[in-house]
């Protein structure tokens, strides 16, 4: 049985999808059961970080766990998964971590994330820990912006990230929790390119037949953005400010085989995922 946390998420989701394609027993964890729409043959329970004996019951009987958590402050999330693993005699983790975890000028949430990934390593079990680039799917919350005929924001400049298709990373979590031999491993996981926003922008005009261009966001600009479209506080836009001057500054654009040698072929490119999903940004 392979546990997956963050089961309607990114990477969750597709996780699941990959694993239960494969044919492999599945168990989905998420706050909402009821609402979740797994393939068939998928066992949904539910499960809360806050709520230690949720998450002794999702473990129960599991060989493999994928542990994804949400940011927030320290490592409460991925050490209460892991006390919860260690507890049931889960063999085998592979984290959802995030690339640059290991240099703390990209701001707190690389901090927090190597926090929860001192907790696995340090869980007995065997390990594996994932450090994706940008997500290609991020480009989703400019649907709306495009739709209106408004620019996509841009908080980052002309900084380039190595971005990755979340299938990739998804397929390479699979890989991880079938395969002992990805244990004691860092995968810094990039898609074939260095690619920044407004370079995604051109790509996607190519791809819907139709302009799509960027405005440049100010650090002001930025901080009203975060505040008022993500509903962030002071103390959270402060942290992602960081993590912003971080790609701006060109520190993220990083490109690895970690991807072709992990799966024995190329990472997606940017432009396949939006060829393959260009009808999110045309539905009403």
């Known amino acids: 049985m392979i546990l997956v946390t963050g089961a309607t998420g990114t990477t969750g989701s597709e996780v699941v999808r990959q694993l239960a394609a494969r044919g492999e027993k599945v168990r989905a964890l998420t706050r909402d059961p009821e609402r979740a729409r797994m393939p068939s043959g998928v066992e949904t329970v539910r499960g809360d970080y806050a709520d230690p004996g949720s998450l002794a019951a999702a473990m129960t009987g599991v060989t493999a766990a994928y542990l994804v958590s949400p940011p927030g402050p320290g490592a409460a ?28 000028a990209a701001g707190p949430l ?11 390593r340090e869980s007995g079990a065997q390990w594996t820990v994932l450090r994706p680039s940008s997500f290609a799917s991020n480009t989703l919350g400019w649907a709306e912006a495009l739709r209106r005929g408004e620019p996509v924001p841009n908080m980052t400049g002309d900084g380039a990230s190595g971005v990755i298709d979340p299938r990739d990373v998804a397929e390479v979590a699979v890989r991880a929790l079938l395969d002992a031999a990805h244990a004691g491993r860092t995968y810094t996981l990039t898609g074939p390119e260095a690619i920044s926003v407004p370079d995604q922008a051109t790509v996607l005009a190519e791809v819907l037949g139709r302009p799509v261009t960027a405005r440049n966001l100010s650090p002001d600009e930025t901080r009203a953005f975060l505040r008022t479209a993500w509903g962030m506080d002071d103390t959270a836009v402060e942290g992602v400010l960081t993590g ?41």
């Open 110 to 120: 690389a901090e927090w994330h190597g926090e929860g990934e001192r907790a696995v």
């Open 244 to 284: 912003v001057a971080y790609l701006r500054d060109g520190r993220n654009a990083t490109v690895t085989e970690d991807v072709p040698k992990t799966l024995g072929r190329p990472a997606r490119s940017f432009r396949q995922w939006a060829e393959d999903n260009k009808r999110s940004f045309q539905a009403g």
């Open 77 to 104: 999330h991925d050490a209460a998964l892991v006390a919860a693993a260690r507890a049931a005699g889960v063999r085998r983790l592979v984290k959802l971590s995030a690339i640059g975890t290991d240099d703390r």
